[in-house]
């Protein structure tokens, strides 16, 4: 069978031609800026940058000119696709697949230019700018010698996290497009702007989406999957001190800077970021602007254990009573708010869900690894909206950075976890 697209034409199409089709998509995707931004995000500007549109609506051709039916995307740049059921699977259940269409802001990410180490040594990779990939240093990589490695050249991030995703998703809908005689249920495709800003689910247009269960394509390592997240919490702490002309400023001045670094020295040292793993909890200053007269503070503070985060909360509640006592006439105040729950709860409420995955997982010849997510994804988002998404394996590593790296047969083996979850959800 011959698929012809705008992008490339295929004899179309085995197995074996799956690795090129996932390493062509990402090196693709990979070159054109995506890049969202904090702060136009934080701002309300949504999505946040205009490249993001541009690319929703390239993709969203991609899949109409590979032959997906139902393709839209809506004022926000959501990209909504349908696979339709097999003649006769028409009501099995339908699941969604989603990936996020833009690339963190924590290292360059415009002019990326991938670099393709085919049947790699294992060999240090030497990238432009003194960075390097070290196999001694990073043990997933040693895993993969013989791999077709991807990398960017050095001078910006990969952009694997989530186009590796994105590769999948849509090589997926290619090849059960070219395939009719493969049966399964109503599939359902979610690209989303912005999940990098935190802001990925602010306008998912839920009504839209038929399925009660999705999976986002946008985790790291071959056969990881991740159903835990933190629970994660935002805490504005405004210090209100007393300004006064420093020569006569004994016994009236109050100094608001003074009193947000004794808060910041209140906290646990033992419980922030740099010091905890696995399944630890922390507080995290993460911003302080002020003067002697007002000074705010942000501090993030997470923990997988709701008990445990209401208990981190009372705490800022009661350190912030200690320094009001320590600087007499300053006065503190804390607006908390929560960021994204941990998924885990409405996961075990239905369990079908994460069980399918694992089958999956098996079924294309890894075994499943749980991994608690220290962090939020679209999929957390999406849980606490109702529709329970636990997050599937990419092949990536070391997102956000310039050392970015992605694996071609990890990759391949995402595709075999899609198909493999697609026939589950078909029986
Ligand atoms: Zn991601």
């Known amino acids: 069978m011959t698929v012809r697209t705008k992008y490339r034409t295929l004899i179309f199409m085995n197995r074996t031609d799956i690795p090129e089709l996932l390493l062509e998509r990402l090196t693709r995707y990979a070159a054109i800026d995506t890049q969202s931004n904090m702060e136009k995000a934080d701002s309300l500007v949504f999505p946040s940058t205009d490249t993001q549109i541009q690319f929703a609506r390239e993709i969203a051709e991609e899949l109409r000119s590979i032959g997906v039916p139902d393709v839209m995307v809506d004022e926000n740049s959501y990209v909504i696709a349908r696979i339709p059921a097999s003649p006769g699977k028409e009501d099995t259940p339908s699941f969604g697949l989603c990936a996020h269409l833009d690339t963190a802001s924590d290292a360059p990410g415009s002019g990326v230019k991938p670099r393709i180490h085919r049947n790699w040594s294992g060999e240090s990779i030497v990238l432009q700018n003194g960075f390097i990939l070290d196999p001694a240093v990073d043990k997933a990589l040693g895993e993969c010698i013989g791999h077709t490695i991807i990398t960017s050249d050095g001078t910006t991030l990969l952009g694997a996290d989530d186009k590796a995703g994105l590769s999948g998703i849509m090589t997926l809908a290619q090849y059960l497009i070219a395939h009719p005689e493969i049966l399964h249920g109503p599939v359902e495709i979610l690209f989303s702007p912005d999940e990098e800003t935190g802001h990925g689910m602010d306008k998912v247009p839920l009504s839209l989406l038929r399925s009660k269960a999705f999976y986002t394509v946008d985790g790291g390592h071959a056969g990881e999957i991740e ?41 646990p040292a033992r419980e922030s970021p740099e010091t905890t793993e696995g399944y630890e909890g922390y507080f995290c200053p993460l911003d302080i602007r002020g003067s002697t007269e007002k000074t705010d503070l942000l501090v993030f503070i997470r923990d997988f254990d709701r008990e445990q985060m209401t208990r981190r909360l009372e705490r800022l509640d009661i350190i912030a009573r200690s320094i009001e006592a320590s600087f007499p006439g300053g006065m503190v105040t804390i607006k908390k708010t929560c960021q994204y729950l941990n998924m885990k709860q409405k996961l075990d409420e239905h369990p079908l869900i994460l069980e399918r995955l694992c089958t999956a997982v098996v079924r294309a010849g890894l075994e499943p690894v749980q991994k608690p997510i220290r962090g939020g994804t679209d999929g957390s988002r999406l849980t606490e909206m109702g529709i329970p998404t636990p997050n599937i394996f990419t092949g990536g590593h070391n997102y956000h950075s310039r050392t970015e790296w992605a694996s071609l047969e990890h990759m391949t083996q995402m595709f075999d976890t899609l198909v493999e979850l697609t026939h589950i959800w078909g029986e």
Do not use: D, T
């Open 227 to 267: 159903a835990e997240c933190f629970n994660a919490w935002k805490a504005e702490v405004s210090f209100s001190g007393i300004a006064a002309h420093l020569g006569s400023a004994k016994g009236r001045m109050v100094n608001a800077l003074a009193m947000a670094a004794a808060f910041v020295n209140a906290l």
